[in-house]
């Protein structure tokens, strides 16, 4: 039989790979579906690849490359039977298989056992040999085996800081003893015990005493009394205080000397009078702090739908996402879009197309693994029912497995989130982040990846008209650009409830002075009119040079719509900078419309009686010397010598480091070494710097008074030459440059928010439209959302109709900072509305939605997407 195996194996033997650093083994997911090893057909990995596949989706790949060899991974799964022994997590039969391995559910450890099998499996004929088979293979495919089963998984090298790889359960969590001294923790005003610290506070499972640390994550001061009580009592698990939320808390175990998990958490802080549902973070930066105002502890369960009948839901578009550890951000974002028709059409409508197309390594293909996402969120197959027998057995043995979705099985978005966040430094990391940011983030990709082919971002496109006007001259000037959110301003001095406000203030002081308990937080309620009436107020331009004038002037700007798209995504923008550079969220009630008229903002264009600014840009200031073409220190244009300097001491030549500080417009040593990073290699790399443009004539400035030149839709060339020697592409320079008015710091910002991508000739111009004709202003006869039948000749590609939306979806953010808090969003689909709450079950409100209704009355809700009012 060794022979007969060996003899089958060997014309597929130079196929067969041995994995090597830096190779990625998929052997936990589907690159086409979210199939694995403990789905009914299993996973293939192939041999050569290490891509995994599922059964629908391996001869896809079998005959796009000719790869025959895979290795067939089945993981059973099976309730343990009464008496066995149980753990932290299930047991494993087969120990020498999957060693790293993810469950790909929500199993309780206690309750079940898995059994793994493998197996290589030969195409096309599905020929199988059962593993492990070292007697009866070759070498080369032993090792090949053995290496693909014991291999990390292909997210670990991506997420090395990922709590959910590296944290384990403690060894005390199943029998931690706790006494029953009567201790309960109130939800604020904490301190230290021994010397009434009130940050970095611990508080230990065994005995409820509440001490500070020093020893864990941040250092951000304390005594080091959780670690002397811990010497002296031996009580080995504590919780930091204001990490607590109802995904869990950070809990340091002082025997393990490591952070653990505690699958129990839930149980032992309720021995203490904690209930995670209700709790929530307060933390700014890992800092505790009473000073600034806490959302209402209710809050949690009205935006979660805690208390209400609701109805659970299953099926397609009801799947829910699973968790990454601070993913929810993401979750929502996609719960929302692929509500759109519009994105449902692009990647799920064209999944065969693309899947057929795809490259060889569909896991880096953007379009690849949105239809994928796609698919697994509408297509119903991992959001199923349970069977009648199965919800009664589950019931009976512990309600609230079902009430926390232990049902739903959901989908996992690891891979997805691989992909996209590649690069990022923010996305890429298992942080908090902002949906808002992510949101446009992902509009971002849609567009790069959608050149010539539909894009479904159009449903969100839209042209903002800025008219500036100088407030000397009165003269103004009209542009466009395109831009995907309307940011509304939360005016904390439009507040309805002023006076109430003032009161609280006065009290918060009063009790800090005296040392006394913070009086209960009162909220700023501010109208959405206010909101709205703020966007619409005119604001200073800063730095506004006026052609009019020829010299500096005050300027002041207003927005308005010029098109309205058919999704219109709104956000509240509650969050700050504080002082210390930490985001923090203003506490405002905002009473959110279920339906909006914004027809009154529709963009006009230039009006009778206006004048407009000449079209003229301010002198070009240049060295008055410029008969020798090299430069030296003493004609040299102005250049900041200390980052010169900065950059010469680490060995760079020293014109070189005179170029890099110039042509990054001096905007620091940093800057200037990114540079020279891409320049080092050009042949005039260390010759002095020159300026060929110098020697060129000017251009004639007869017709433009003091020296002013025309204004000709193009940036200054200086500008362009700037980041062009940067190594950013001319078209592109020159649209950052439009786009920010030709501001080079923002140019540059621009640029990393708008990589360069390859576009249609219709959407080359996006973003920098200077047109003055009005082409997409006085499309107010538009009653449907159409395609402007213009946009090839005049501009981007814009969808416009009419001013009215209605509210379909709320994308609600609880949490006093981006750093921390909990994503949830609703949904409204069929006339009720969703709750949609990470991979739980999704649930259908009642008539009467908690947080549908209620929403205006918290301080969560901070991003909206509208859809055009259905035409009657």
Known sequence: ???????????????????????????????????????????????????????????????????????????????????????????????????????????????????????????????????????????????????????????????????????????????????????????????????????????????????????????????????????????????????????????????????????????????????????????????HTDNNPRPRVSEWEVIQESGMKLKAVYGSGYTGIKNLGNSCYLSTVLQVLFSIPDFQRMYVGNLQRIFDYSPLDPTQDFATQMAKLGHGLLSGQYSKPPMKSELIEQVMKEEHKVLNGHLQRGISPRMFKALVSRGHPEFSSNRQQDAHEFFLHLINLVERNSAGSENPSDSFRFLVEERVQCCQSRRVRYTQRVDYCMQLPAPIEAASNREELLTYEAKRKEAEENTRAPPEPVRARIPFTACLQAFTEPE????FWSSALQAKSAGVKTSRFASFPEYLAVQIKKFTFGVDWVPKKFDVAIDVPDFLDLSRLRATGLQTGEEELPDLLPPIVLPEDTRDNSMSSSD?????????????????????????????????????????????????????????????????????????????????????????????????????????????????????????????????????????????????????????????????????????????????????STMSGHYVCHIKKEGRWVIYNDHKKNWQTPETSAAAETMEETSQTSFLPYRHLTQE
């Open 540 to 543: 200073n331009v800063p730095d």
């Open 1 to 287: 039989m060794a022979a007969d195996l060996g003899e089958l194996l060997v014309p597929f033997m130079p196929t067969i790979r041995v994995p090597k650093t830096g190779d990625r083994v998929y052997k936990s997911e589907c690159a086409f579906s979210f199939d694995s090893p403990e789905s009914e057909g299993g996973l293939y990995v192939c041999m050569n690849t290490f891509l995994g596949f599922g059964r629908e989706h391996v001869e896809r790949h079998y005959r796009k490359t000719g790869q025959s060899v895979y290795m067939h991974l089945k993981r059973h799964v099976k309730e343990k039977a009464t008496g066995a022994a149980g753990g932290a997590i299930p047991r494993r039969r087969n120990g020498k298989v999957f060693l790293d391995l993810e469950l790909n559910r929500d199993f309780n450890g206690e309750d079940y056992e898995y059994e793994d099998e493998a197996k290589l499996v030969i195409f096309p004929d599905h020929f199988e040999i059962p593993l492990p088979n070292i007697e009866e293979l070759p070498a080369l495919v032993t090792i090949a085996c053995d290496a693909v089963l014991n291999a990390h998984s292909a997210y670990k090298k991506q997420e090395p800081e990922s709590w959910e790889e590296e944290i384990q359960v403690s060894r005390h969590a199943r029998s931690l003893r706790q006494l029953d001294n009567g201790v309960r923790i109130p939800p604020s005003g904490w301190k230290c015990q021994k010397c009434e610290m009130r940050e970095n506070l611990w508080l230990n499972l065994t005995d409820g005493s509440v001490l500070c640390g020093k020893w864990f994550f941040d250092g951000s001061g304390g005594n080091g009394h959780a670690l002397e009580h811990y010497r002296e009592y031996n009580y080995p698990l504590a919780v930091k205080l204001d990490t607590i939320t109802p995904d869990g808390a950070d809990v340091y175990s002082f025997e393990e000397e490591e952070a653990v998990l505690d699958p129990h958490i839930s149980e032992h802080l309720s021995h203490f009078g904690i209930d995670m549902v209700q709790m929530q973070r307060r933390t700014e930066n890992g800092h």
């Open 636 to 816: 040299s244009p102005e250049i900041d010598e200390g980052a010169v300097m900065q950059l010469a001491e680490m060995g760079f030549p020293l014109e070189a480091c005179r170029k890099a500080v110039y042509y990054t417009g001096n905007m620091g040593p940093e800057m200037a070494f990114n540079w020279i990073i891409a320049h080092m290699e050009e042949p005039d790399f260390a010759e002095p710097l020159t300026l060929p443009s110098m020697l060129e004539p000017l251009p004639s400035t007869s017709d433009s008074p003091m020296g002013a030149t025309p204004l000709d839709n193009s940036p200054p060339e200086e500008s362009v030459a700037i980041l062009t020697s940067m190594g950013f592409p001319r078209n592109h320079s020159i649209r950052a440059l439009k786009a920010t008015n030709n501001n080079l710091e923002r140019a540059l910002d621009w640029i990393f928010t708008h990589p360069a991508e390859e576009e249609s000739d219709a959407l080359s111009d996006m973003a920098d439209s200077q047109s003055n004709d009005n082409t997409f202003s006085n499309l107010n006869s538009h009653s449907d959302s159409t395609l402007s039948p213009d946009r090839d000749m005049s501009g981007p590609r814009v969808k416009d109709g009419p001013g009215r939306y209605e509210l379909f979806a709320l994308i609600s953010h609880m949490g006093a």
